[in-house]
């Protein structure tokens, strides 16, 4: 009942604001004195007039839109919807006279131009301005609703006046709640310095940040940029430190939406701001063709690369995405947050482990992906050489028979989620992934499906990384643990990564192996004294770094890219090309069956040795001493001369 007296009244308002303007404009027009012609068309066509006008709001959308949230988009509608209304009323004045002489009632429609113009003018000016007027109330009845929040407002400086800068500046004008109230913007750009945006002032430079929080009391700083290089919020992060300014980020490019910054989710500076480079430009139309409308399948779907390549698949509109996972609960994990962002998508998940053949055949012949995602690997370097035979199993025969599974079913594409560490390979799990990228190259050769690999180095945040165990230490009041002072890594992101994975599948012909640019590789004891700082710490006073030395089957520094490749560049700036060679399927075959034997071996030495012979440009690790060698009661021989791949 409220709801329909709410919208009975805006429709009487709207009504109201209408006839008021026709009339008026009718007055303006005649100097306030209508002739007797003039006040009997205008009393003729009002009821007409208004009615039309209103009419074009409502086919317009323009009543359906909540006054109280009113904005430029809303005001540009109803111009649009009286512009219209206004150009069928002078279209009718222009007709008028050729019409009149058939039908007599039809000279009334010459209303004069000068009452269109003002008619138009005023119907704009008064519908919008109910509305805004509307708007205004309510935001001053939330803010002395709120007053006790602004006592506890902090004093914030705004850090970068663009686009993202005046979308914080609205939203904090109208988000009292949030208990910021800004001092003022500092921005690098010299064009904006003194200008307002939403009622704040740019005031200086952000060179100039620790003079001025100093001279205006803020209590903290807010990095108001949506797509800020690392660099820059390094800068940011050591002119707060000076004056002990607490610095905040607002949203990351990827968490805005609609035009909208949520700045309930502002958030300290994390180490992914400080790695940070320019969004992924994706080539969207071949994505679309990619993956929209297909059957998608993607394996260790409940995994940090899995799930995240689902969420992004589905943004896509696939036809259906299967979800493979051997682990139950991740499976449900990410199952359950996939029904309620894409609650019309077919999504099917699959408990199957993809070293199962009888159960992935069973799935593939079910589900009948047209392109599949192989994220599904042992990936921890010093577990594999702990778990040696695992790692074969898994990461070489697991993908072995996924990727016979595409080819036996038909699949249109396979991407192999590899890694760098199977460039000139010192681990078990490196090695490992090299076999598989030879068989999926090879098997490309001899299938309609088209096979491709992608590497790429460290996801920030996955499973098993060094930031959750740098800060769980933290957390613990350290030491925090660095395997060597000059070990180095590629970082990216985990979006990032699948973006460039989802792109280079679309690209590729088949037999490639694809390597994104990971920027440039970052030492991990600066990646340790980072979040030490960011978690509110001195590195070395308060937090101590200790290297407990290098551990099986880590290099120091990782590659992207053998010599032998000749890294090409192709239509994607992030993404380069490698065409090694593909190895033959007799060759590659016979090495699978010589690993085969060693699946259970659990001697990393032996492991390695056979390995070696597979992929010969295998190192040996940075380790000293090697791990111990485990006696087994039965393995299979080394043979003389192996089946080594070319």
């Known amino acids: 009942m409220q709801r329909l007296a709410l919208r009975s009244t805006q429709v009487l308002i709207d009504l109201a604001v209408l006839a008021a303007a026709f009339a008026l404009a009718f007055l303006a027009r005649f100097d306030g004195a209508l002739p007797h012609p003039a006040f009997k068309q205008f009393m003729l066509l009002l009821p007409y007039v208004v009615a039309f006008q209103y009419g074009m709001l409502v086919l317009f959308g323009v009543t359906n839109f909540a006054w109280r949230y009113v904005s430029l988009r809303e005001v540009w509608r109803i111009g649009l919807a009286l512009g219209a209304a206004g150009a069928v009323l002078l279209t009718g004045r222009l007709l008028s006279p050729v019409v009149a002489p058939a039908f007599g009632y039809a000279k009334h429609a010459a209303i004069p131009i000068g009452v269109d113009i003002i008619d138009f003018t005023l119907a704009f000016l008064g519908v919008a301005g109910v509305r805004g007027f509307r708007r205004i109330l309510a935001e001053r009845t939330t803010r002395s609703g709120l007053a006790s929040h602004r006592s506890a407002a902090r004093r914030t400086l705004l850090i970068g006046a663009g686009q993202a800068g005046a979308m914080v500046a609205r939203e904090i004008a109208s988000r009292p709640d949030l208990g910021i109230t800004p001092v003022g913007f500092l921005d690098d750009d010299n064009t904006k310095l003194g200008l307002e945006i939403h009622g704040i002032k740019v005031i200086g430079r952000i060179d100039e940040l620790p003079g001025l929080a100093t001279k205006l009391g803020a209590q903290q700083g807010l990095i108001s940029m949506a797509s800020v290089p690392g660099e820059t919020v390094r800068r940011i992060l050591k002119l707060c430190e000076g004056v002990g300014l607490p610095v905040k980020i607002i949203p990351g490019i990827f968490e805005i939406l609609d035009g909208r910054v949520n700045l309930s989710r502002i958030r300290p500076v994390s180490i992914e701001d400080l790695l940070g480079r320019p969004p992924v430009q994706l080539d969207v139309p071949a994505l679309e063709a990619f993956i929209k409308g297909k059957r998608v399948l993607v394996t260790g779907a409940g995994g940090s690369i899995g799930s995240e390549l689902c969420r992004q698949i589905a943004a896509f509109e696939p036809a259906s995405l299967s979800l493979v996972e051997r682990a139950e609960f991740h499976l449900f994990t990410i199952h359950s947050e996939l029904v309620k962002r894409f609650p019309d998508l077919d999504l099917r998940p699959r408990i199957c482990d993809v070293c199962d053949s009888k159960r992935l055949d069973g799935v593939f012949a079910e589900d009948r992906p047209e392109v599949v995602f192989h994220a599904a690997a042992h990936k921890h370097v010093p577990m594999m050489e702990w778990n040696p035979g695992e790692a074969i199993k898994n990461n070489v025969f697991g993908t072995r028979k996924v990727a016979d599974a595409a080819h036996k079913h038909g699949a249109g594409a396979f991407v192999l989620i590899s ?224 089946v080594l791949a070319s």
Do not use: W
């Open 419 to 642: 890694t760098d560490k199977a460039v000139n390979p010192t681990s078990i799990m490196g090695t490992t992934k090299r076999v598989a990228e030879m068989y999926v190259q090879s098997l490309s050769r001899q299938s309609k499906t088209k096979f491709l690999a992608v590497r790429f180095g460290n996801v920030l945040g996955s499973a098993g990384s060094v930031i959750p165990i740098f800060q769980k230490q933290i957390e613990a009041g350290g030491p925090v643990t660095v395997t060597h002072p000059e070990m180095k890594r590629y970082f990216m992101t985990i979006p990032e990564a699948c973006q460039l994975v989802m792109q280079a599948g679309a690209m590729g012909d088949g037999g490639e192996i694809f390597v994104l640019d990971m920027g440039t590789p970052m030492k991990i004891a600066d990646l340790a004294r980072d979040l030490i700082r960011l978690s509110g710490f001195e590195p070395e006073v308060d937090i101590r770094i200790e290297y407990s030395g290098i551990r099986p089957g880590e290099k120091l520094f990782e590659e992207l890219g053998f010599d032998a490749e000749k890294m090409d560049k192709t239509g994607h700036d992030k993404i380069f090309v490698g065409r090694l060679a593909p190895c033959e399927m007799t060759k590659v075959e016979a090495n699978l069956s010589f690993l085969a034997g060693f699946t259970a071996c659990q001697s990393a030495a032996e492991v390695r040795e056979a390995l070696q012979k597979v992929v010969p440009e295998m190192h040996p690790d940075a380790t000293c001493p090697p791990p111990a060698v485990v006696q087994e009661p039965s393995r299979p021989a080394l043979p003389s001369e192996p």
